[in-house]
């Protein structure tokens, strides 16, 4: 189990050197913007899932049924 751990330690780390290698940028800024894109994708899931959440809970107060007039 410890080499499997240290093989991806020692070998997978070298995504954004060798991405921004390839890029011509530094590595530095591909892992800045690996960050950034992980927060706002994390804040755009919850953000929905309010934005959902609202909406259901509008639509069960406007569309509720009543039996008759007098139930307002």
């Known amino acids: ?3 499997l751990l240290h093989f ?3 070998n997978g780390f070298y995504v954004a050197s060798r991405l921004a290698d390839r890029l011509g940028m530094r590595a ?3 892992r800045l913007f690996f960050v950034y894109i992980s927060f706002i994708t994390v804040g755009l899931g919850f953000g929905l899932y309010l934005t959902l959440a609202f909406l259901l809970k509008l639509k ?3 569309y509720t049924k009543r039996s008759s007039v007098f139930d307002l």
Request: charged share 25%; aromatic share 16%.
């Open 28 to 30: 530095t800024q591909v």
């Open 8 to 10: 991806f330690e020692k």
């Open 60 to 62: 069960d107060m406007v």
């Open 1 to 3: 189990m410890y080499g």
